[in-house]
């Protein structure tokens, strides 16, 4: 099986400078450096060729990683999408809710405080006595 199939070639292709191939190219130049290192040469001006090379392939390696991830996905979205299509009775929209509607509000609180311990400050973790005393309860 190829890296990367034929109907991938629809796909409009990665951008050159990606998270992945920077990741894989600095890589190999830290392979490059270790084998400098490890043969007890010069880290960075020893084989300067083996540097550019390894830093080369493998932001190359990256790049089609990357074409590859993206096929990938795409073709699981592809899928998706088709099964959603062919069984629309399993996943019927919700009608638009208004805010005042929504569970929980827009203030969702960790820590459930009653009005009275609103006068305390609290730490990042209080002692237990603390909360027992003051009302309230830390989750957990």
């Known amino acids: 099986m190829a890296a990367v199939p034929e109907e991938a070639r629809g796909l409009p292709p990665p951008p050159l400078v990606n998270k992945m191939s920077a990741w894989l190219g600095g890589a190999g130049w830290l392979a490059a450096l270790l084998a400098n290192g490890f043969s007890q040469r010069p880290l960075l001006t020893a084989g300067v060729h083996r540097q550019v090379l390894f830093t080369t392939v493998g932001w190359f390696a990256g790049y089609f990683l990357a074409k590859r991830t993206e096929y990938v996905h795409a073709r699981k979205d592809r899928e998706m999408f088709e099964y959603v299509r062919h069984h629309p009775e399993d996943f019927k929209t919700a009608g638009k809710k208004r805010i005042?509607?929504?569970?929980?509000?827009?203030?969702?609180?960790?820590?459930?405080?009653?009005?009275?311990?609103?006068r305390l400050r609290l730490t990042k973790h209080p002692p237990n006595s603390i909360l027992r005393t003051a009302g309230c309860s830390w989750p957990g």
């Open 100 to 118: 005042g509607e929504l569970p929980g509000g827009l203030h969702s609180n960790p820590l459930r405080v009653s009005p009275a311990a609103t």
